[in-house]
């Protein structure tokens, strides 16, 4: 069962403007991580936020987490065309090896 | 991409037939991980293997079944396919202090007909 759920499950924007996606679960999680998959690829690892991390920065990426109401965000400043693709979280709960990805989110920025 | 090939990248078989994929990585990473991709279900986790011929059951192992005789390859058969199985499958290896963050291979994609 899916542990974490993205909303929206598409979003369309404009080149230049900043995109939200948020994630939520439902049971105590020691990690969280937000994965990117362009079309017919491979998942990559984007960023890493531990239960005990409020906000972490990587580039133009921006992921928040509050554990007390089981949600995160991921913000992509500056959204370019390549940004465009499926975005996933995925929790890493006691097991840490394990990790539980949502359906994802469609990104498509528009040039 | 951490070393991983997978192979084949695109296979169609006809049910009832074995299937095996080939997940081969190059790094010497402990733990290995199938997943399959389904629309609407996101990625689910099929077997994961913390060593040589060290494997246990993800969340949808029925009609799956996986080996590890070498470090670097990792295997997954379907004794005999069925169209429920026509997916997206990919290989991932973890890394890092606590195995947390997972790198994935191309993916192969499999059409059971």
């Known amino acids: 069962s899916q542990q974490g759920e993205e909303d929206p499950q598409a979003l369309s924007i404009q080149e230049g403007e900043n995109a939200t996606m948020n994630c939520s679960y439902k049971?105590?999680?020691?990690?969280l991580q937000w994965y990117r998959q362009n079309s017919g690829r491979g998942l990559v690892h984007l960023i890493l936020?531990?239960?005990?991390?409020r906000e972490k920065h990587s580039g133009r990426l921006r992921v928040t987490l509050d554990t007390s109401k089981k949600s995160s965000s991921l913000l992509i400043t500056a959204s370019r065309a390549a940004d465009t693709a499926s975005y996933f979280c995925?929790?890493?709960?006691?097991?840490?090896?394990?990790?539980?990805f949502g359906k994802g989110t469609l990104l498509t920025v528009n040039p | 991409d951490a070393g991983i090939t997978q192979s084949p990248r695109h296979k169609v078989t006809e049910t009832g037939t074995p299937v095996t994929l080939r997940c081969h990585q190059t790094?010497?990473?402990?733990?290995m991980y199938w997943y399959r991709q389904d629309p609407g279900h996101g990625l689910r986790l099929i077997h994961y293997?913390?060593?040589?011929?060290?494997?246990d059951k993800g969340e949808v192992s029925d009609g799956y079944s996986v080996s590890r005789s070498k470090t670097e390859d990792f295997l997954l058969t379907l004794e005999s396919a069925t169209s429920s199985q026509t997916s997206v499958y990919f290989c991932?290896?973890?890394?890092?202090?606590?195995?947390?963050?997972?790198?994935f291979g191309p993916g192969t994609r499999l059409l059971v007909l």
């Open positions: 991932a290896i973890s890394e890092g202090d606590y195995q947390e963050t997972q790198y």
């Open positions: 049971t105590s999680i020691n990690n």
């Open positions: 936020i531990r239960s005990n991390e």
């Open positions: 995925a929790t890493g709960g006691g097991s840490n090896y394990k990790l539980t």
């Open positions: 790094e010497n990473h402990r733990y």
């Open positions: 293997s913390y060593g040589v011929k060290d494997t």
